[in-house]
């Protein structure tokens, strides 16, 4: 009993320390944040935050593009992600419930594609882009990353798992494949749906390498790249810049917290360990 409760006592330990290292970072972030600058590049400045200033909030807001830079964020991770599941959703239950020629091979594709790393495509897709003259446009940010293997494998799997004597009444009632797909199929996967789309939707926000290659005016950038032009003619101004990150991480953050249960849950059934 003594050793269990001292493997508890270590494993809490650990797990607290482990949270203290992950934390510490977001927590010296905001504090630099409430600072003015003079006190963040001072040798005074410590880890007890001595003073409340919202100036570089403010500065944030007003003196740069932060809330262009959102509506980007948010218009292509929104477009991304339903445009990556509804895809995923229809070429799954294309290859998981309908019977046609290669459609083996085309499975085969998509689980090879997804052993593709997306910097071996950086080239050849920004090549293609600027061919096509969508340089700095919403669509040349948001084509390349519809690509997303992991989203058909994950409907597959649960398309496979479906008893096809529902599959057989529907269609004995007359029902059709959308009838299947959008009515009977869909609801029965709302919480597989839901995790897949909030994974989706972070990807997309987080996205920095490729929409920093593909825009170049402030006015197309999103928010990790705007992140990179909070500077000044006299040098970075470190409170403002940690001010716009975390407004720019604090969209995603809440959304997450909010419908973090249900990714929970869909893990959990898609793993078969509930229900």
Request: aromatic residues 14%; glycine residues 6%; charged residues 10%.
């Amino acid at each position: 009993m003594q050793i269990r409760k001292l493997e508890n006592s270590i494993l809490a330990g650990g797990s607290l320390l482990a949270a203290v290292l992950w934390t510490f970072p977001l927590y010296w972030a905001f504090i630099t944040s409430i600072r003015t600058e003079d006190r963040v590049v001072s040798d005074a400045a410590g880890l007890i935050p001595d003073e409340f200033n919202l100036t570089a909030y403010a500065s944030a807001l007003f003196n740069t593009k932060l809330l262009t830079w959102y509506w980007n964020s948010i218009a292509t991770s929104v477009i991304i992600t339903v445009v990556v599941l509804v895809s995923g959703m229809m070429c799954a239950y294309a290859i998981s419930q309908m019977r046609f020629p290669g459609r083996k091979l085309l499975y085969g594709v998509v689980l090879a594609s997804f052993m593709v790393p997306s910097q071996a495509l950086i080239v050849t897709q920004f090549i293609l882009m600027n061919d096509m003259g969508l340089i700095n446009t919403w669509a040349g940010i948001i084509l390349p990353q519809l690509i997303v293997p992991v989203v058909i494998i994950v409907y597959k799997q649960f398309f496979d798992a479906v008893p096809k004597e529902m599959r057989e009444a529907v269609v004995l009632d007359g029902g059709g494949d959308y009838t299947l797909l959008f009515r009977v199929y869909l609801p029965l996967n709302w919480g597989i749906t839901t995790a897949l789309a909030i994974i989706t939707f972070i990807m997309a926000w987080n996205q920095f390498f490729w929409p920093f290659l593909v825009v170049t005016t402030e006015n197309m950038m999103t928010i990790p790249v705007g992140i990179t032009q909070v500077n000044d003619a006299f040098g970075v101004y470190y409170a403002r810049l940690m001010a716009v990150a975390l407004l720019g991480a604090m969209p995603v953050a809440v959304f997450y917290l909010i419908f973090q249960k249900k990714v929970t849950e869909a893990v959990m059934i898609s793993s078969g360990v509930k229900g």
